[in-house]
C-alpha cells in the first residue's frame, strides 16, 4: 500500500476507516438487530435453555458474547493495527444507540467496550511468551472435566431457575469434551486469539450476572455448582469464535502468498 493510499498523519487510512464502520454495522446487525427480529420475546433464551438444555442465567452469551468476539477478532485480523477493536466497540456502541429498538443502558456500553480492550491487551502480548501453552488448555481440561462430572453425578440443571434436568444430559457431554478437546488443541498451537477470545467472553459472563437485573448483582452468584458449566460455554464460545476469524486470516495470508508469488 502507497503512502498516499495509508492517509498522513492519520492512524487509520480511509480504507481502515471504511471496513472498520461495515464490520461494525456487520457485528451490530447479527449481534442484536437480527436476532431480536427472527426470535422475538425472549425466544432465544428458549433455545438456549430449552432446546439446548443449558443452566442460567448467562447462557445466551454462549451467542450474543461469541458474536460480538468474532467480528472485533476479524476486524484485528484484516486490519493489523491495535485499537481496531476499541474503534469497532465505540461504533457498535453507536449504532446500538441510534437504530436500537430501546434505550442502551450503561451496562450494555461497558460491556462492549471491555470486551474490545480484553481482546486488544492479550493480542499484543507476544505469542512467544510459555503462559500460552498453558493457562488455556488448564482452565478447559478443569472446567470440561467438572462439567462431565456434574452429569455423571446427576447434578444437571437446566434454565435460569436451575431446574433438575429430566433428560439425558447430552448438553453437558458435549460441552465437556468439546472443552478437553479444545485443551489439546490449544497446547499444540496456542493462538492468543483463542485466550483471548475466551477470556473476554468469560468477563462478558461475570458482567451479565453483575449488571444485568434489576441490581447491582442481582443476578449473581448463580446457583454455585453450574458456575463452572457457565463459564465452560462462555470459554467455548468465544474460542469457536476465535477459531473461525483465525480461519479467515490463515485464507487471507494464503491468498496474498498466492497474489505474491503470481506477481514475482
Known sequence: MTESEQGEGIY??????VLILILS????????????????????SDIVYTT????GPGAGVFVFGSI?????LLGLVLIRKPGTAVAMSVVIIACDLIFGSQMVIIQTIDVL??????????CLIPVEREQWKN???????????ATIILALAGQAKVGEADS???????IYYCFGLLGIFYAFICLRYPVKYLVAAGIANMYYMLHFWLFWGNGVASRFPPYPVMIPVLLLVAVLGGIIAASAAYGIELFHNRMMVNRLQRTV
Open 12 to 17: 487509520f487510512s480511509l480504507r481502515e476507516i
Open 135 to 145: 493457562i488455556l488448555p488448564v482452565v478447559l481440561t478443569l472446567l470440561g472435566l
Open 25 to 44: 454495522v456487520l457485528a451490530a446487525l447479527s449481534g442484536a438487530v437480527v436476532p431480536s427480529f427472527l426470535f422475538p420475546e425472549g425466544r432465544i
Open 164 to 170: 433438575a434436568m429430566v433428560q439425558f444430559p447430552w
Open 113 to 122: 467496550l471491555f470486551v474490545a480492550i480484553i481482546i486488544e491487551a492479550i
Open 52 to 55: 439446548l438444555g443449558l443452566p
Open 68 to 72: 460480538l468476539c468474532f467480528w472485533l
